[in-house]
Structure formats: structure tokens, C-alpha cells
């Protein structure tokens, strides 16, 4: 598939999370869902952003969004991996895609290389800030899954499925902070 771009619609995709099975990407409850594309619950600045999504979940809820994680982890590492940093009731869904079927389909590529994953410039600058808070969060290196050179994403869709914000980041320190999103919504 190509990448999506804003005002096309966003297959309804139907998942597995941590937890549950059988999920639609949006079923209406919601005025708008985002999709916070990382790599795996085991690289320790992904676990660091869905820790956060989920500590600040009603921050979104209040503005009518509702927010899943989309990881290469199968539902065990998923489970395994809350239970161990005792978060197993976090506030945010993560979308367990270990054949990585919804990547493929929205065309979320990978980096050529660690140089380009980590950015240059100014997303190399907030790459490195986001180390340092997930450091200080204590989070460590858990197994590895997947593409380890997997590009991050995000994207805004309403509940008709209309695509309201596309983020193909083009490394790891190009994606929108909680605070930035939050913002556009």
C-alpha cells in the first residue's frame, strides 16, 4: 500500500491489544482516534511514550480521542512486560502486530540505518532528550522484536475514518510529543 495522506481514509483495521482481540481501529465512540506507531514494548523510548499516553489518557479522552500504541510485540511481551515494570492496568491499548501487517499497510518504512533513526539536527536534539527521560523513568532494554530500525508514526483519524493529521516521521526524534498532539487535537 502508499502511505495515507490527510482527508483519505484510514482502513478500519482489526487487531489484537495487550489484552483484547478483535479490535477495530475506530468504532465510533470516539470523535477521533490516534495511532501512535512505534517499534516494540521492549525499546525503551517506545515503553517510555505509551507509559506516558497512558498516564495522561484523559487528557485525550477529554478532547472526545480515544489512543492506541501500535507495536511489533506479540500480546505475551505485551503482558509480560507491564506486569514486570508493574503497569498491567495502563490507561492506553497497545495494538499487538508482530507480523507487522498494519506497518505494511500503511507503508510505515524503516530507517536505512541507526544514524537515520536517530535524526539529525534538531530531531537528533529531541531524540536525545527523550533518552534521558526514559532513563530517568527507568526504563531498560527488554527483548528485541522486530525491525530494529523501524521508523516511528502517527496520525489523527475522525470517527468516519477520515485521516485529520499524518506523521511519517523520519526518525525516531521526529515524532510530536504528548503535549504537541495534544495540541492538535
Given at each position: 500500500?502508499?502511505?495515507?495522506?490527510?482527508?483519505?481514509?484510514?482502513?478500519?483495521?482489526?487487531?489484537?491489544?495487550?489484552?483484547?482481540?478483535?479490535?477495530?481501529?475506530?468504532?465510533?465512540?470516539?470523535?477521533?482516534?490516534?495511532?501512535?506507531?512505534?517499534?516494540?514494548?521492549?525499546?525503551?523510548p517506545?515503553?517510555?511514550?505509551?507509559?506516558v499516553?497512558?498516564?495522561?489518557?484523559?487528557?485525550?479522552?477529554?478532547?472526545?480521542?480515544?489512543v492506541?500504541?501500535?507495536?511489533?510485540?506479540?500480546?505475551?511481551?505485551?503482558?509480560?512486560?507491564?506486569?514486570?515494570?508493574?503497569?498491567?492496568?495502563?490507561?492506553?491499548?497497545?495494538?499487538?502486530?508482530?507480523?507487522?501487517?498494519?506497518?505494511?499497510?500503511?507503508?510505515?518504512?524503516?530507517?536505512?540505518?541507526?544514524?537515520?533513526?536517530?535524526?539529525?539536527?534538531?530531531?537528533?536534539?529531541?531524540?536525545?532528550?527523550?533518552?534521558?527521560?526514559?532513563?530517568?523513568?527507568?526504563?531498560?532494554?527488554?527483548?528485541?522484536?522486530?525491525?530494529?530500525?523501524?521508523?516511528?508514526?502517527?496520525?489523527?483519524?475522525?470517527?468516519?475514518?477520515?485521516?485529520?493529521?499524518?506523521?511519517?516521521?523520519?526518525?525516531?526524534?521526529?515524532?510530536?510529543?504528548?503535549?504537541?498532539?495534544?495540541?492538535?487535537?
Amino acid at each position: 500500500m502508499t502511505r495515507i495522506n490527510v482527508g483519505e481514509t484510514m482502513p478500519d483495521f482489526v487487531f489484537n491489544t495487550g489484552y483484547r482481540s478483535d479490535v477495530h481501529l475506530y468504532d465510533g465512540t470516539y470523535a477521533r482516534t490516534v495511532l501512535w506507531v512505534v517499534r516494540y514494548i521492549g525499546c525503551p523510548p517506545c515503553r517510555y511514550d505509551a507509559h506516558v499516553i497512558g498516564q495522561r489518557i484523559n487528557e485525550f479522552k477529554a478532547k472526545n480521542a480515544n489512543v492506541f500504541v501500535l507495536m511489533q510485540s506479540d500480546q505475551e511481551h505485551i503482558q509480560e512486560d507491564l506486569e514486570r515494570t508493574g503497569e498491567p492496568d495502563l490507561a492506553v491499548e497497545i495494538i499487538s502486530d508482530p507480523e507487522m501487517k498494519i506497518y505494511k499497510a500503511l507503508d510505515i518504512r524503516s530507517a536505512v540505518d541507526k544514524t537515520e533513526l536517530r535524526g539529525e539536527g534538531s530531531e537528533y536534539e529531541r531524540y536525545l532528550a527523550k533518552g534521558a527521560l526514559t532513563k530517568e523513568a527507568g526504563y531498560t532494554h527488554g527483548d528485541y522484536e522486530g525491525d530494529e530500525l523501524q521508523l516511528p508514526a502517527q496520525f489523527i483519524i475522525d470517527r468516519n475514518g477520515t485521516v485529520l493529521f499524518a506523521n511519517y516521521a523520519r526518525s525516531m526524534g521526529g515524532m510530536l510529543t504528548v503535549d504537541e498532539l495534544l495540541e492538535k487535537l
